[in-house]
């Protein structure tokens, strides 16, 4: 691996945010969006889901450059890549079922190994899975490519539940909350592995988030609350900007380490390991 200054690993460090109740909170708020958003463009506005899936992906590209570009972490601009990767991960699997006629239990699967793919090849390339050691270009590629493909997972994996296997959007929120609970549980009160618990948290909040924004946005008649796409997506979106910009100001979920003027052997050796 390339030498790694001090002062490259506090940029890229900063690139990415401490995991904190804020996180979590965002995170879910940002994958109903992913489902409810993309309702809303395909559906409410008629462009369609091919178009809708254009306008997405070339908004994410754009901003997703802007992301890796910049040398230090920016709320907006990181939680709008994650809003647009919960959107088009969502279009990615619609277009597979709908235009394409591939099925639900095919998607999930398919998803599933691709993940499971990207942090093969994650974890050979760099020896770690950590969020907090994504300081070089080659990382945060591996980080966005994981993202991506929990984002499509998960838009599979709850349409698979909610639909496929007739749960309906209740009892899949409420399923997948329970094993939110349980590996939330793992963590806190068996130590369980930091990173393990984390990922597999962040893969359950997709489906969880899917299955709760289709619930509050539904028609009654389907099982929903029938609160429709504009209104659950502006709360959320509201929900979303409140909270990055209270985050902007406080720089409460900031990754920050020691500012000195050149890092010491032992936080060189740690940084090289990492």
């Known amino acids: 691996m390339n030498a790694v200054t001090h002062e490259d690993a506090r940029s890229m460090l900063n690139k990415v945010p401490e995991v904190t109740l804020y996180f979590w909170i965002i995170k879910i708020m940002a994958t109903t969006v992913g489902e409810t958003a993309a309702d809303f463009l395909n559906f409410n506005l008629h462009f369609g889901l091919t ?9 994410l590209v754009v901003f997703l450059a802007m992301q890796l570009r910049a040398r230090k972490y920016v709320p907006w601009m990181y939680w709008l890549v994650v809003v647009l990767i919960s959107v088009v991960g969502t279009l990615i699997t619609d277009n597979l079922v709908d235009n394409f006629g591939i099925a639900l239990e095919t998607t999930t699967i398919a998803f599933g190994l691709a993940l499971l793919a990207t942090f093969a090849v994650w974890y050979a390339s760099e020896r770690t899975l950590s969020i907090h050691t994504i300081f070089t270009m080659k990382r945060e590629l591996f980080y966005w490519a994981a993202i991506l493909f929990t984002f499509a997972l998960g838009t599979a994996a709850g349409d698979l539940a909610a639909e496929g296997l007739n749960l309906g959007y209740f009892n899949s929120t409420l399923m997948f909350g329970a094993l939110i609970g349980i590996v939330a549980f793992a963590y806190y009160g068996f130590k369980a592995n930091a990173v393990l618990t984390f990922w597999i948290a962040y893969i359950l909040t997709r489906p969880f988030g899917a299955s709760f924004g289709d619930y509050l946005s539904q028609s009654v ?27 902007t100001i406080t720089r409460r979920d900031a990754i920050d380490l020691p500012s000195v003027s050149s890092p010491s052997p032992i936080m060189a050796s740690k940084l090289m390991r990492s």
């Open 51 to 59: 178009n809708t899936s254009v306008m997405m992906s070339v908004l």
């Open 221 to 247: 008649a389907d099982g929903g609350l029938g609160l429709g796409t504009v209104i659950t997506s502006a709360i959320f979106l509201s929900t979303i900007a409140i909270l990055v910009i209270y985050l």
